[in-house]
């Protein structure tokens, strides 16, 4: 007998509305609107009925049991306190969703806190260096990870920093010129070393494949890849802001110019099935908790066009401890912007670009619509009325959540197609990647050859984010693209190393008319449309959010940040503090149609900036981007600002004293989390 035919009879039942004894039909809608509840508990036993006092084991089991009975009952799943281990990525199609009206709810017990992880925690450790503290554990041959956590903190792979000026770039690698880094001829596990670099707004990852005395290979296409575009491994926009390290191999733990921001450290070598851990001087291996992950996706929710998963929500969970090890492979992760990323090789790529494509080129624009998204560790598409509410996403390898991105960034090959989905109440912190990302970057995000895979009322409200983007710093906390109704209302967000909140995508180039930037310099419109129809980007709404501590590592960008034509957009009532001298407000290429408006902005540098580069605002361009009303610190503002641009500033206010009017500090008050 299947689970699904089993689980009927014993399903705990409680009628939702009352008994009316009018008439029989009152009492057939009361019977078809009794609720079902299904518990869950990693105590329990998938040979239970499902009840409070027989809970199943496993969560699979307690899908199966949702399955026999949504299409004519509400479901409520009810996980009891603990960690769900998952060996296999949680998958939720049309099947597992509210059938009809019906809804299906996964959701804590009361006080409870259901962990589903993707990790396992390592024991066994045996000293290995007393001298740097290294110590030594059996994990599954073949696992790979790129993240390793400890009591909860995210423990760094050993890296040292080296500069531009140590290396000359070839067309296959480069050449170690700095006589202090021969030493790196010697290391053991060449295939896992990886160069880094953190340029204007990328970061790229870039795999070895061998050392020959002071010549590194790398690996391709990751190398190709890397080293043209924009803001490239070889070629950054400003060097002097750029960073470069060496990143993952054993013997950097004990080098003394070692890049430290945590006291722990770590190794794996996936072919002997070691890890290996650098732990503080005074810390006891035995008395902490290590934890590796071994899924790369945690959660996948999808379902088709014809048969889009609806009506089910998540509430009062914990998803923790996944690894997208995509950059471990041989193409790397050549970063273009916000978890985008250039994967696929290109048909036609001069043999030097490395040196001269630098600043884009028209091959180059050529791969623009094949770009890559990062996929999260929680995925949604192919959807309509999905929730997340009260959860906590933390310990992720990449993104925490993405909704509606490209088919290639989901597990389930489906993309794009969310509609009605809410994110609210949620805490995001000790992620390598960003919060949420939310929409795609390929033709059928701003040009759906079907109207169903558009992407709409994505709400993003009343959520905590805090410590994101660790690994991939070049990822925006909150990241929507392609979206008709993007609401980004009331969310506390803090400690980014980019942009708070970026919406749009594009730089104008697949708007009406497209970007003459692209058309006159890079040709890009040779081998890309030039579409005389708007994207599917339209009426954001950003407002009431608390913005502080982030743009802690980039120049590039801004707290809330603007691209392309984004019709009906309004950013308001947001408060932005605690950002140095970065931009608090970007309007970036191709930026249209947007209305800035009552907004408290505290920054040292730019409180508002408009791109202006190339021609955008040439042959008779109408932007129609308007500022008014705000409050900021800072009389600087960027690009045009003026009413023969169509950029318009109106009713503005400079306090540079910060003694802010009543109408700037109910502002202040009312920006972030509502109680």
């Given amino acids: 007998m299947s689970y699904a035919s089993r689980a009927v009879p014993f399903l705990v039942m409680a009628t939702c509305l009352a008994f009316h004894p009018a008439a029989s039909l009152a009492r057939t809608k009361a019977k078809t609107a009794t609720a079902v509840q299904i518990h869950v508990s990693p105590v329990g036993n998938d040979t239970g009925d499902g009840s409070a006092k027989a809970p199943f084991k496993t969560l699979p089991r ?95 792979r050993p890296k040292i920093e080296i500069k531009a000026r140590d290396i000359d770039f070839t067309a296959t690698g480069f050449v170690i010129k700095n006589p202090d880094l021969a030493y790196i001829a010697d290391i053991k596990h060449p295939s896992r070393l990886e160069m880094e670099m953190t340029g204007f707004f990328t970061d790229r990852y870039a795999p070895v494949k061998s050392i020959d005395g002071k010549t590194v290979t790398m690996q391709q296409p990751s190398w190709d890849n890397n080293t043209w575009g924009y803001d490239t491994l070889s070629s950054p926009i400003f060097p002097d802001d750029s960073r470069l390290f ?43 908790t290590v934890t590796l992950p071994r899924l790369e996706t945690l959660v996948s929710i999808s379902g088709t066009l014809d048969a889009p998963v609806r009506n089910l929500t998540f509430k009062g969970l914990r998803f923790s401890y996944s690894s997208w090890t995509g950059p471990s492979a041989p193409t790397g992760y050549a970063s273009q912007q916000s978890g985008a990323f250039l994967k696929e090789v290109a048909a036609k790529r001069p043999a030097d670009a490395y040196k001269t494509c630098g600043w884009g080129c028209p ?102 984010i805090s410590n994101v983007s660790q690994d ?144 955008q605002y040439t042959r008779g361009i109408t932007t129609k981007n308007t500022a008014t009303g705000n409050f900021h610190d800072s009389n600087r503002i960027g690009g045009r600002w003026i009413a023969n641009s169509g950029n318009l500033i109106t009713d503005d206010h400079l306090v540079p004293d910060k003694a802010w009017p009543e109408a700037a500090k109910t502002v202040i008050d009312q920006a972030g989390v509502r109680k």
């Fill in 62 to 156: 307690a899908q199966a049991a949702v399955r026999a009975v949504n299409a004519s009952r509400d479901v409520t799943v009810i996980l009891a306190d603990g960690v769900y281990s998952l060996t296999a990525p949680l998958v939720f199609t049309a099947a597992d969703g509210g059938q009809g009206t019906h809804t299906v709810v996964w959701q804590a017990a009361p006080k409870a806190k259901p962990m589903l992880s993707g990790g396992m925690n390592v024991t066994g450790f045996t000293l290995m260096d007393a001298k740097t503290f290294v110590y030594a554990a059996d994990v599954p041959k073949g696992l790979e990870s790129r993240q390793l956590w400890i009591d909860g903190v995210l423990a760094e």
């Fill in 246 to 288: 060496l990143v993952n191999a054993p013997e950097l733990f004990g080098v003394t110019n070692q890049w430290h921001s945590n006291p722990y450290q770590w190794f794996i070598d996936p072919e002997t099935g070691k890890l290996y851990v650098r732990i503080a001087e005074d810390a006891d291996i035995n008395a902490l």
């Fill in 363 to 464: 091959e180059f624009e050529a791969m623009r619509q094949r770009w890559h998204q990062m996929p999260a560790a929680v995925q949604v598409a192919a959807a309509r009325h999905i929730r997340f509410e009260n959860n906590q996403f933390s310990q992720l390898g990449q993104i925490g959540l993405g909704i509606g991105n490209d088919d290639t960034a989901n597990l389930s090959g489906a993309g794009l197609a969310a509609q009605d989905i809410t994110v609210t109440g949620n805490r995001f912190t000790g992620l390598s990647g960003g919060a949420v990302m939310a929409g795609g970057v390929r033709a059928d995000a701003h040009h759906p050859a079907d109207p169903r895979l558009i992407n709409a009322r994505i709400i993003i409200d009343n959520n905590v």
């Fill in 472 to 615: 991939y710093k070049e990822n925006a906390a909150i990241l929507t693209t392609y979206i008709d109704g993007a609401h980004i209302t009331h969310n506390d967000i803090s400690e980014a190393p980019y942009d708070a909140i970026d919406i749009g995508w594009g730089w104008g180039y697949n708007d009406a008319g497209g970007n003459p930037n692209y058309r006159d310099n890079q040709k890009g419109y040779e081998t890309n449309i030039a579409y005389d129809t708007p994207t599917t980007l339209r009426n954001t709404l950003v407002a009431g959010n608390r913005v502080h501590g982030v743009k802690s590592w980039y120049k590039d960008g801004g707290a809330i940040y603007n691209l392309s034509a984004n019709p009906g957009a309004v950013i308001r009532d947001n408060h932005v503090f605690g950002i140095g001298e970065a931009i608090g407000i970007y309007l970036d290429e191709g930026s249209k149609f947007i209305t800035v408006t009552n907004n408290v902005i505290e920054t040292r540098g730019r409180w508002l900036n408009a791109n202006t580069v190339g021609r």
